[in-house]
């Protein structure tokens, strides 16, 4: 059974970081690609950011860097210069395009 398993969530300032981890069980990892997607209050689910089997990167904020480690099985999102409108459940993503989700955590942005 695939299983993923976020954390890192929470409470910050703007302004502040943030670092998001996602641990995939069950699955060869190394042959996915991953990603992270977050859902805001009343809005969508939107792409934030993948990166390949081969390491190649997308994303849509530049103030984001995703990285992943697959001696690990983790996927990792490094956030930085955090503002309000960040605010949304993130969620880890396996497969481009999405096969698998994790349950989401929740970030916060707020003074």
């Known amino acids: 059974q695939v299983q993923l398993v976020e954390s890192g969530g929470g409470l910050v300032q703007p302004g502040g970081s943030l670092r998001l981890s996602c641990t995939a069980h069950?699955?060869?990892?190394?042959?996915?690609?991953v990603g992270w997607y977050r859902q805001a209050p009343g809005k969508q689910r939107e792409f934030v950011a993948h990166i390949t089997t081969r390491g190649i990167i997308n994303t849509v904020e530049g103030r984001f860097f995703i990285s992943r480690d697959n001696a690990k099985n983790t996927v990792s999102l490094q956030m930085n210069n955090l503002k309000p409108e960040d605010t949304a459940v993130y969620y880890c993503?396996?497969?481009?395009?999405?096969?698998?989700w994790g349950q989401g955590t929740q970030v916060t942005v707020s003074s």
């Open positions: 069950g699955i060869v990892f190394s042959i996915y690609g």
């Open positions: 993503s396996l497969g481009i395009p999405p096969q698998y």
